[in-house]
């Protein structure tokens, strides 16, 4: 009998200090509360002691354009080629994003030769000022080369050689690791070096145009695998929207599958519309 008071006399015990505690933390909080609100009335926050929120991440700006080209002839020898193109590049005072994706499509006599598919992303850091830095991705299928797809991603350094009104040259230089899935070759996967050249000229107070683009890419254990790519156009503008152009592109690659070249060459005519011309 003696225990179960005791233990009566505990249990009660606990249970009342428990309720105090937790009403005595209640009338604190409350009461803080209420401080810190009276406080706030009393001392509103001034202005410029306000700390702007940061602003790297911010996009303000888009421009873009979308290209149209194509070739096609008949007779003994009847082709068809057409590449479709976009240029896109939203930026901000720090970061600048762009991607040019392209899609290829061509027959020769009826059979199928190319159905080419590409798109990159590059993140640009700091790219208005003479030096900055970027990363890079892309994807990319071709059935003129037997690719099934190729993924390659990396980082690097560039540099604004020339930056005027009428004339504009870039260098990039970046270390990627590429991964090609062959239909027949296995899967190989290499590191390169991607070193870019990428100009803008324009010419008689911008009635014709020269936009031009080349990559070299080295493997970097091995010279000799080697990838470049280089398309070359001229434009002639309508109005400031829209631009008449001719294309030529020329790409290279030591590592192909059986049966295919290792260089291909293009001549495109088209059109392209867009705020960026």
């Excluded at 003696?2 to 233990?7: A, D, G, T, V």
């Excluded at 850091?125 to 991603?153: D, H, P, Q």
């Excluded at 260098?171 to 070759?185: C, G, K, Q």
């Excluded at 000799?224 to 829209?242: A, D, G, M």
């Amino acid at each position: 009998m003696r225990k179960l008071n005791y233990s009566h006399f505990f249990y009660l015990l606990t249970s009342f200090l428990l309720t105090i505690c937790t009403f005595s933390y209640s009338q604190q909080t409350v009461t803080d509360s209420v401080a810190v609100a009276d406080s706030a009335t009393l001392a509103p926050i001034q202005k410029d002691s306000i700390v702007a929120p940061p602003i790297l991440f911010k996009l303000d700006t888009i421009t873009y354009r979308f290209i149209g080209d194509g070739n096609f002839t008949s007779g003994n020898v009847n082709r068809s080629l057409m590449v479709l193109r976009a240029e896109i590049i939203t930026s901000g005072p720090v970061l600048s994003i762009a991607t040019n994706p392209r899609f290829t499509y061509g027959k020769q006599n009826g059979i199928l030769a190319e159905r080419d598919s590409y798109v990159d992303l590059f993140v640009d850091v700091f790219k208005k000022r003479k030096t900055y830095v970027f990363g890079l991705g892309t994807l990319e299928t071709s059935n003129l080369r037997g690719i099934t797809m190729r993924i390659m991603g990396g980082a690097g350094i560039g540099y604004r050689l020339l930056n005027t009104d009428k004339n504009k040259i870039l260098l990039t230089n970046a270390l990627v690791h590429e991964s090609t899935n062959f239909r027949e070759l296995p899967t190989k996967s290499i590191q390169r070096n991607s070193f870019r050249v990428k100009g803008k000229h324009s010419f008689a107070k911008d009635r014709f145009r020269i936009n031009h683009i080349t990559f070299v890419q080295p493997a970097v254990t091995d010279i000799s695998n080697l990838r470049w790519n280089t398309v070359i156009s001229v434009e002639f503008p309508v109005n400031k929207w829209v631009a008449l152009r001719t294309s030529y592109e020329n790409s290279y690659e030591n590592l192909v599958e059986a049966g295919r070249k290792r260089n291909d060459s293009r001549i495109t005519f088209g059109v392209s519309v867009g705020n960026r011309q």
